[in-house]
């Protein structure tokens, strides 16, 4: 069964150092998105991207953050400099057709800023 | 603030009993309802959509919607040991919102 996959799936760096986060979203899927969830807490919604343009993104997703899509299967979230509160499990997820439909999360990328 | 209220545990039920969790949410227009099992250090894992009001069976799964009162559920028969986890509802309005989670507990 198609699955999303992330790298790294544990990412250590300094604060101040820019980080780029992958994803390979399941191939047919035409709608993606980033989450964190800081330990302990709820998962929350960063971005959605949608046709090489973001469609949708919350107020964590300031200027420090950037999304991308570098070629056919990547898609890649960029964070700037990195601050200490930036740790945190990221999730990738997909969807086939629209937010209706459900989104599969891969398996997360680790972060740890120190 | 668009919210999603979940009880978050533990809830604890013996093997093979049914497992009920709720979720409240608070914007009228949400149209697209999710649940999700999460274990510990893991990624969420989608078990349930819902759309429409009414009951949605899955195997052990049940999911409920209201969409009048504002509420999903999901059942779980026959709960196993290998269901204990925290369960996640997630309500999609223009971005999908999480709850915090209900962590169950399944004792052998």
């Known amino acids: 069964e198609p699955e999303v996959t992330q790298t790294p799936s544990h990412q250590v760096t300094q604060m101040g150092q820019e980080v780029i986060l992958r994803c390979v979203p399941i191939s047919n899927h035409l709608y993606f998105y980033w989450y964190r969830q800081i330990l302990g807490q709820k998962v929350e919604f960063l971005v959605s991207f949608y046709n090489n343009e973001i469609s949708e993104k919350s107020e964590i997703f300031d200027d420090q953050f950037s999304v991308e899509r570098p070629d056919g299967s990547n898609f890649t979230l960029k964070i700037r400099s990195t601050k200490l509160e930036d740790s945190a499990m990221y999730f990738c997820?997909?969807?086939?057709?629209?937010?209706?439909?459900?989104?599969?999360f891969g398996p997360g990328t680790r972060l740890t800023v120190t | 603030q668009k919210e999603v209220e979940q009880n978050s545990g533990p809830l604890s039920v013996p093997e093979g009993a049914i497992a009920s969790l709720n979720c409240t949410y608070s914007d009228r227009v949400s149209q697209s309802f999710f649940w999700y099992r999460q274990y510990s250090g893991k990624s969420p894992e989608l078990i349930m959509s819902?759309?429409?009001?009414g009951d949605k069976e899955d195997g052990r799964f049940t999911a409920q919607l209201n969409k009048a009162s504002q509420y999903v559920s999901l059942l779980i028969r026959d709960s196993q040991p290998s269901d204990s986890a925290t369960y996640l509802c997630?309500?999609?309005?223009?971005?999908?919102?999480f709850g915090t989670g209900t962590r169950l507990q399944v004792f052998p």
């Open positions: 997630a309500v999609m309005t223009d971005k999908l919102i």
């Open positions: 997820a997909s969807t086939e057709v629209g937010d209706r439909y459900e989104q599969y």
């Open positions: 819902i759309y429409s009001n």
